[in-house]
């Protein structure tokens, strides 16, 4: 994965590109990510004991993994990551390169 949780990142297609956010959970068997303030949709809530009226909540959804890239403040831009090292000096460098973590 080129990303973690709780990096930020910037969108690169679909109808939030260009809009940047951290990101909150990664669903890595279907290459998902759920990116803060980004794809947020109204869900409706049924109705329950404890909320009688039941009603609506927005709540980000999923997006693909490969419509993300890693935001570098130093470049400006999203950008690509590869690996570098091996064992524990694994480190992620972006095509600019900004080393991360």
Known sequence: MHIKTGDEVVVTSGNHKGMRGKVLRILKDEDR???????VR???????????????????????????????DKAKKGVRTRIEGSGRDKVRVGSCGTKFD
């Open 33 to 39: 990510v759920f990116v803060e303030g980004v794809n």
């Open 42 to 72: 109204e869900k409706n809530l049924a109705r329950t004991q404890q909320n009688p009226q039941g009603g609506t909540v927005e709540r980000e959804f999923s997006i693909h993994i490969s419509n993300v890239l890693l935001w570098s």
